[in-house]
């Protein structure tokens, strides 16, 4: 039997619909290359209503994919909207990609428009010759001024804007896909995961909570995480549902200049990777942050000392995060439970360098890799990572199969390894492909990485594993020393001799200038593995 | 195009099965006849499996529909949860109905087991000679003496429970229904509302915004509300979802007896009917509760001296909620923005006496009745207020259309007149239907009318509301007699007595020599409402 209840779609015209109705007088702070421009939501549903009449105008097919090459600004939160909400497809493009790479994905998605900052068209122009599906190039003046490029296909915002398209039930059906980002987290080709309505709907609602943002209208939250990453971590959908201002950096994304933007704009919340943050601590003495109160972390693991160093300079320790752009992306929020409340705070701080906990929606288990049984929430066993839900991916952008990711029970495999405590928190011990194994015995490179990170003088570590004549594997670590400081390799394997047993020290270390990242900002391990292939073990 | 996200049901197995993973320990504790008890959250998810298990062993049908009648217990948030995770209908009955009213609701939903609380079977077992669609009869024991029933289909709990059922996948749409309420708010019979798995997935998901209920695991809850009202305004499910414990009152609803339980369990959240916190005011001084968050109240109107007599004495004024049964109940809850912070008191308290925003999931408009034409948001004009959104009835259960109530494009008419500010604060005005709300159960004047019209010296009868202190309204009764009779007040009173409830019975009588009349021939109740505005009730 089923229900009486009206059949009433999770759409983000909904969202959209709330924000314009309840919190038409919020506002979304733009930092452009000249200046600041401040509109409010009222502004944003008509901004978002014009870029759906400019993709019927052009005649974007019904169901077309839209890029978006943008800084994160209002226009590109006027995109998040106004794409889907005309049943369109928005495919947010990586600005950091290798020219193949974002090629390929423009390609692969066959988007039929593009809308790009003026500012970022020297480096769009040269993947343009190669973007051969794309029909049309918008570009959103932002003060920059960089040249139009001399194509047929490049329009100008301001010559092409005018009417506001009708969204009203244009999106019927929940499970419409609504978004597209291409995740470059697993090997071979970027693979697009392909978001809806429904999906982008939930996910937003749940950064609601306590337990998760606890995002409401007063807030101003100021996304750093670039708009290309995973829906920017749901905060410019999330923000416009709960009627949370938005602050949005543009292309000043120094730690400065976005601390600049945090006092000004009494940003209450934000959201970024480690290196954001780390790079910010320096700077934070002095600083008028008293409206501050989550500073959300996520895209790798935050190091207990960066998060306590935090803490005691003003007095708020770093929200770590866990996701996937499989994952829409929040997978974890590690925020305190009431039964820790009688910790110490070097014990809190244990806690909140783990992910954390799932919200509503997040399902997870771990699953002992060979016999493919659950194991326990018991903070010791570790096994793969599973995680199921309505934000979870089931399938990448067309391929025929689910493939191996999505194994057959409708969990997601996310090849991470992880253990998972009582209470739920889960703690990433490895990516199934980054553990070093030694003569048998698993070592962990993150908690090696944690470990080296420990010391005072060190900015940052990467441990990978290299070939070994006797033990098959062992772990290698490169670090990243802090101005000024200095650290030779036997003070500091004396330092870790005292934190970690003797078979899982680093047999060799090598000190650089700086990690190489992905283009998402993750230290990049395969680089690292690259320039060392050819490095030889001491005996 | 669909988005590629897994086909992942909103049921309330996945709250139940949250729960039982993340929340283990978190706790339910019930005032019983006799004392306490206390169970977690692992218990309960044991117990509503055994519920599960003994409606399998009974052969109650696959979709049948299981009714209780029972106290706010941790017995009753097990069959929340049991039923309808077995596919099953829950339905919620309500213990203060006139006994022809709940068997027609019995008979109209085809109860096939009813479980009843052991301090109530004295008041059930009235019912049951007259319910002939039940089968079985489960009594939960609650350290009552009251005697057993000699009736065959009568069965205690301890000698029926036993298995656990399993659950998983049981409800694979999640559009199935999952429990039924039937609402008196209306006039004829009683109206069964269906609500779905969805819909109560959602609805339960709203109440952790900060702008609602702001539910999280560090809350402690006590619903005053009955669970047969509106799935208790959602708390039950929405703490089980959050982490949130349960201090369950039972049979215990003095005021003095609500605040003991709030004092010892350290309630941070509440939610009840004006006539609660009304009865609760002059016991509020010096009793111990510091952790106490937030005050809800529905159910009628909560009149601003009373918010501000509790801010007054404890610090913390009354959230005023308004929902329908219709609504899951939730419409609207009444938080301060963020933009009204620099009001003074005194008008805050002005904000405070309105019915509030909706959350997301809820939209609202207001239409002028004559032209259907929808009313601009400007805090004067009135007009009917509509309401639509995923947790909200499309149609009553076993009608064969949706009725004058439910409008041909989608949107609930509430009978209920309103204003709506320019932020979004919903004011209600009137009602376009006829009834009287006591205490939070609703009276309706049609059928005391007709009662009173049945008397054969009585030629016209209207009832209207007037303000009452502790009970909010009351219905007051005028009266036109045939020419040439006589009848007193006592004698009409006495003469109702034997066929309305004596809670329904009107507080008053004035006779006049015509009821005034409209344009158009009806009662003019407009005008008796002017005339008797400043009429004292007698005590």
């Known amino acids: 039997m089923l229900g009486l209840m009206q059949d009433f779609p999770l759409t983000i015209e909904a969202i959209l619909r709330r924000s314009e109705r309840i919190f038409s007088s919020k506002t979304i702070t733009t930092q452009t290359v000249t200046g600041q421009e401040r509109i409010t939501f009222a502004a944003l549903a008509i901004r978002a209503r014009q870029v759906g009449a400019v993709l019927d105008s052009l005649g974007v097919s019904a169901d077309g994919r839209v890029g978006s090459f943008g800084w994160n600004t209002a226009n590109h939160i006027a995109l998040y909207f106004g794409v889907p909400c005309t049943g369109r497809v928005l495919h947010t493009l990586n600005i950091r990609l290798f020219p193949e790479q974002l090629a390929y994905t423009v390609t692969h998605a066959e988007d039929e428009a593009v809308f790009v900052d003026r500012s970022l068209l020297p480096l769009f122009a040269q993947y343009l010759p190669q973007l051969s599906t794309v029909k049309h190039v918008i570009v959103f003046d932002d003060g920059s001024p960089a040249p139009l490029p001399d194509d047929p296909r490049v329009l100008r915002w301001e010559d092409v804007v005018g009417d506001q398209a009708d969204f009203t039930g244009r999106v ?43 995002l409401s209208e007063v807030d101003t939250a100021l996304p750093v995480v670039p708009m290309f990453h995973a829906m920017a971590w749901g ?16 292309p000043g994304m120094t730690p400065a200049a976005l601390l600049d933007v945090m ?11 480690p290196t954001i943050w780390m790079g910010m601590l320096p700077l934070l003495e002095g600083r008028e942050l008293p409206h501050l109160r989550r500073v959300i972390c996520g895209g790798s693991a935050v190091p207990k000392s960066l998060s306590e160093a935090w803490r005691t300079t003003i007095g708020l320790p770093i929200t770590q995060a866990w996701g996937m752009t499989e994952l829409s992306p929040l997978g974890t929020v590690c925020t305190l439970r009431s039964e820790l409340a009688d910790l110490s705070e070097d014990e809190k701080a244990d806690v909140r360098s783990t992910a954390g906990l799932p919200p509503m929606g997040v399902e997870m288990r771990i699953i002992d890799p060979e016999t493919r049984e659950e194991l326990p929430w018991d903070n010791e066993a570790t096994g793969e990572l599973e995680t199921r839900g309505p934000w979870i991916a089931r399938q990448y952008y067309r391929t025929d199969e689910p493939g191996e990711q999505f194994s057959a029970d409708g969990w997601l495999r996310t090849g991470d390894v992880a253990a998972i405590s009582g209470l739920g928190y889960m703690r990433l011990v490895n990516r199934t492909k980054d553990l070093v194994k030694s003569g048998g015995e698993w070592i962990s490179s993150v908690d090696l990485e944690n470990e080296i990170m420990g010391h005072p003088a060190v900015a940052e570590a990467a441990v990978i594993a290299l070939p070994h004549p006797r033990w098959m594997e062992r772990p290698f670590a490169c670090v990243v020393l802090k101005q000024g400081e200095s650290l030779s390799k036997d003070e500091l394997l004396s330092f870790l001799a005292e934190r970690v047993e003797r078979w899982g020290l680093p047999d060799d270390v090598a000190f650089l200038d700086e990690i190489p990242k992905t283009s998402v900002g993750k230290f990049s391990k395969k680089t690292l593995r690259e320039k060392f292939a050819d490095r030889q073990l001491p005996d």
């Open 235 to 250: 905060l410019p959908y999330a923000c416009v549902m709960a009627g949370a201002n938005l602050a949005m950096p543009g």
């Open 263 to 273: 006092e000004r704009e009494r940003v209450t919340i934000t959201a970024g990777v």
């Open 172 to 214: 019927r059906d929940e499970n419409t896909a609504a978004a597209i980002c291409y995740t470059t987290g697993t090997t071979g080709n970027p693979k697009g995961v392909l978001y809806s309505h429904r999906s982008t709907y939930l996910h937003s609602l749940i950064l609601q909570a306590p337990a998760t943002f606890a």
